[in-house]
C-alpha cells in the first residue's frame, strides 16, 4: 500500500501563489500517473492536473496556464505550483498516485490540504 502525504495548502490572496507537494511512501512500488485533484464544498471532486512517470501532463482547462504540475521520481513526490490564484480555486486538494506495481494496479488518496483564496 502507498502512503500519500500532502503539504502546502494555506490563506492565500488572489493573484498570490502556493506550492503544494505529495509524498509517496512504501517499500518496492512503482508509481505511473501521480495527480491533483480538488474539491469544493458542495461540488465533486474534480481533476486538476496529472503526470506521468515519464512526465507527460494533462491539465483541466480552468488552471492551464496559471498551474504547473512535476514530480521527482527519485523522491516519489509530486508537486503543484499555482500561480495567479483566484477565489474560485479555493478548495481542498488530493493528491492521487496510481501504482502499478506490484500488481494489480492500485490508485492511493492522499488526506487532502485545504487552500483558500480570499478576494
Known amino acids: 500500500q502507498v502512503q500519500l502525504v500532502e503539504s502546502g495548502g494555506g490563506l492565500v490572496q488572489a493573484g498570490g501563489s502556493l506550492r503544494l507537494s505529495c509524498a509517496a511512501s512504501?517499500?518496492?512500488?512503482?508509481?505511473?500517473?501521480m495527480g491533483w485533484y480538488r474539491q469544493a464544498p458542495g461540488k465533486q471532486r474534480e481533476l486538476v492536473a496529472t503526470?506521468?512517470?515519464?512526465?507527460?501532463?494533462n491539465y483541466a482547462d480552468s488552471v492551464k496556464g496559471r498551474f504547473a504540475i512535476s514530480r521527482d521520481n527519485a523522491k516519489n513526490t509530486v508537486y503543484l505550483q499555482m500561480n495567479s490564484l483566484k477565489p474560485e480555486d479555493t478548495a481542498v486538494y488530493y493528491c492521487?498516485?496510481?501504482?502499478?506495481?506490484?500488481?494489480?494496479?492500485?490508485?492511493?488518496w492522499g488526506q487532502g490540504t485545504q487552500v483558500t483564496v480570499s478576494s
Open positions: 503526470i506521468t512517470r515519464g512526465g507527460n501532463t
Open positions: 512504501g517499500i518496492g512500488f512503482v508509481i505511473n500517473v
Open positions: 492521487k498516485a496510481e501504482r502499478t506495481f506490484p500488481m494489480p494496479v492500485t490508485n492511493s
